[in-house]
């Protein structure tokens, strides 16, 4: 299949959803990683929208990316109840280590998040849709790394 | 035959709770039931055994320890992680489970565990006494919404039962974006059918066919259960055309949000759910008469509609017994932070916060003292230790200014700084803003500007003064809650905290 025909296949999926944008846009990600550019205006045409509109919908939310992401995507909880213990160091070792919040270097992608749902158990992370919790520089070093091992086999 | 109960709520699997269900699962004497979680964290993964003493709790458990610990249970013998009949546990003892009443207790997909517990009670009581008579209960119970406004169940449901129109919606509000807060999380993942019902009982109250559930992205567990647990129900008579073969019909709808804390606002959810952009609406027009496409929309947070079903299983007199003064029944509260006994605790309002933190949260996990605690989210005001004896109650955290919001309670220890915890919650805002309004837009970003004008030591008399101004001007200017409650955290950690905010040297 072409782009032009898995994109179809996403929208057409959906078609008859109220306000069906928003699982298109889920779909579309989940299809391809991250929204391309040149999928709106199709979406715009096959949704009767206008493509500033689509356009704005896809820059409004955090989660839709520009661009591919890692293999592994890690996801570090910068809320304040990971902040009361020690979100902000494992935040630093982060950056240090792998890139900086919000870029991607070689397979990871380094993020953050304001809660995970997890917050008794912080300093949480979420790593590929997976959580994890009570993390030390030391564990989520161990994590990626296990991660990128599930991946590459 | 063994039955062993091991969590597979998130948060016990972010403690290994699958791999010591793994473990388990390799021996072939052993059945292995997936629940939720009890709620004691600090314990996961907390692994429950079936025997006539009812269930025996040993935790934190290692998939390594598993052997040892079926020889033990086996042998009856004693084990260092062995905590006794779960239901005696100290923390469990002194809670009033009525919303999360199944959670950690059932198999959360399981109808006939559902049932066997006291599901679908509600649903058929509320059939039997028509729509009218269940908005009447809800009201009587003085339930009020969970999600953190506290407005009242019942006067809400009236409106849409009273506004007339072909088609009326059911919103369930399930982004829970406040941290310190994950009880919605885990009744989604811990007893989907709770909610299942309690969105049937309103659509019926009110004449709602179709139903939406905004679970935010960040819950991928919760989505999987949840969808899981809608598919269950139709299959079961318990959604769709003809439920439980009384005629009447609900459709429900899962939808994922897209990371914008701001969603979690109910005219905000409700743009996004119609596939635009967060952007809050201007009140007037109501929910409850303009909501979803135009249509008359109950929107309600997770734990408001699952305490339902038990208010009309029981009555809302009941209900109404419980708490203290128009802070009506239990609230789900949630112990998060640095706190050494984390979790979720059920209890009747009027509970002290100090009893909540120190007593059975057990003070800090670091063993420090306890210097701030944050209540209600992102926008809830911190309170200092001298503090911690206010009650749970909505009016008198309002009085003290402060707010109960969706009963997340973070624990501070005394190393916090809170210049920066003031200094972050302007950069929550300026990142989650929705950008309609000015005040809340701009005055987060140069919020977090004059604080670190504050911190270093440039002119700070007249950069705190702004900063006073500036507060104003969000609180009096600002469209939603969103920017006109940041200055909650902000002030009251001036207020309390004022030695924090003194220049700092240079450390280098
Ligand atoms: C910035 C902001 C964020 C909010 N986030 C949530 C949320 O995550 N979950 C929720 O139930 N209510 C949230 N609310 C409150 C909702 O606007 C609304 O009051 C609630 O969903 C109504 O349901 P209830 O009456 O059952 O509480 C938020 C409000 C604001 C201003
Ligand atoms: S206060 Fe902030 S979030 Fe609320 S409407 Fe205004 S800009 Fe949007
Ligand atoms: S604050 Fe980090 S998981 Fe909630």
């Known amino acids: ?153 | 035959m063994t039955t062993v109960h091991v969590p597979r709520d998130s948060a016990a699997r972010s403690a290994g709770a699958d791999e010591v269900a793994a473990a388990f699962a390799r021996h072939p004497d052993v059945r292995v039931v997936r629940n939720g979680s009890r709620g004691m964290l600090w314990l996961e993964p907390l692994v429950e055994v079936t025997t006539d003493h009812g269930r025996v709790g040993y935790g934190p458990v290692t998939p390594d320890r598993v052997p040892e610990l079926l020889d033990a249970i086996r042998a009856g013998a004693d084990h260092d992680l062995h905590l006794g009949p779960v239901d005696d546990l100290p923390w469990m003892r002194a809670q009033n489970r009525i919303c999360l009443a199944r959670v950690g207790v059932t198999d959360p997909l399981s109808t006939t565990d559902y049932e066997n517990h006291g599901g679908i009670k509600g649903l058929r009581r509320a059939l039997d006494i028509g729509p009218e008579a269940t908005v009447a209960e809800v009201t009587e119970s003085g339930l009020r919404g969970r999600g953190g406004a506290g407005f009242p169940a019942g006067i809400k449901w009236k409106t849409v039962a009273d506004t007339p129109g072909e088609l009326k919606f059911v919103c369930c509000n399930a982004d829970e974006g406040d941290s310190g807060t994950f009880a919605d999380r885990m009744l989604l993942e811990g007893d989907p059918f709770c909610l299942i019902e309690g969105m049937t009982i309103a659509a019926h109250a009110v004449g709602a066919t179709e139903g939406y559930i905004y679970i935010r992205s960040e819950y991928p567990d919760a989505v999987t259960t949840f969808r899981r647990a809608v598919d269950i129900a139709y299959a079961h008579n318990w959604l769709g055309e003809d439920i439980l073969g009384r005629g009447l019909r609900f459709d429900l709808h899962v939808r994922v949000g897209a990371g914008a804390y701001i969603c979690g606002e109910e005219t905000s959810m409700l743009e996004s759910l119609e596939g635009k952009r967060g952007v809050v609406r201007a009140k007037p027009p109501i929910p409850a008469i303009t909501g979803l496409f135009g249509r008359p929309t109950v929107v309600n947070n997770v734990l408001t509609l699952a305490s339902v079903p038990r208010i009309l299983a029981d009555g809302g007199t009941a209900y109404h017994k419980l708490g203290v003064e128009r802070s009506r029944g239990t609230q789900v509260f949630q112990l998060a932070g640095n706190v050494k006994h984390g979790g979720v605790f059920e209890t009747d309002f009027g509970i002290s916060l100090r009893d909540l933190v120190e007593h059975h949260g057990g003070g800090t996990r670091s063993g420090r003292p306890v210097r701030a605690v944050q209540v209600g989210g992102p926008l809830g005001a911190y309170i200092p230790e001298s503090g911690l004896d206010l009650p749970m109650d909505y009016e008198k955290f309002a009085e003290a200014g402060a707010m109960l919001g969706h009963g997340g309670i973070v624990v501070f220890d005394d190393t916090v700084d809170m210049a920066a915890m003031a200094r972050f919650a302007f950069e929550f805002c300026a990142e989650e803003s929705c950008g309609k309004c000015t005040p809340c837009r701009v005055g987060a970003v140069r919020g977090v500007e004059v604080i670190d004008r504050i911190t270093g030591g440039e002119d700070p008399d007249a950069n705190m003064a702004l900063l006073n101004d500036l507060c104003d001007l969000m609180t009096d200017g600002s469209l939603c809650a969103m920017g006109g409650l940041t200055p909650n955290p902000v002030r009251s950690a001036l207020l309390h905290f004022a030695d924090d905010f003194t220049p700092r040297r240079a450390t280098s």
């Open chain 1, 1 to 153: 299949m072409d782009v032009a025909d898995r994109v179809l296949a996403v929208i057409e999926a959906h078609r008859h959803d109220r306000g069906a944008l928003l699982p298109i846009l889920h779909g579309l990600q989940a299809e391809f990683g991250y929204i391309d550019q040149s999928v709106i205006p199709l979406l715009a045409k096959e949704l009767n929208l206008s493509r500033a509109d689509v356009h704005g919908v896809v820059t409004f939310y955090r989660d839709f990316r520009s661009e591919p992401p890692g293999r592994v995507t890690v996801l570090l909880c910068r809320a304040e109840a990971c902040q009361a213990v020690g979100a902000e160091e494992l935040v630093a070792h982060a950056e240090r280590t792998i890139a900086k919040i919000g870029q991607t270097a070689g397979n990871v992608t380094l993020d953050q998040v304001f809660c995970l749902g997890n917050c008794a158990l912080g300093p949480a992370a979420q790593i590929n849709g997976r959580l994890h919790g009570r993390l030390t520089p030391h564990e989520l070093d161990a994590a990626i790394a296990d991660q990128t091992r599930e991946e590459s086999s």
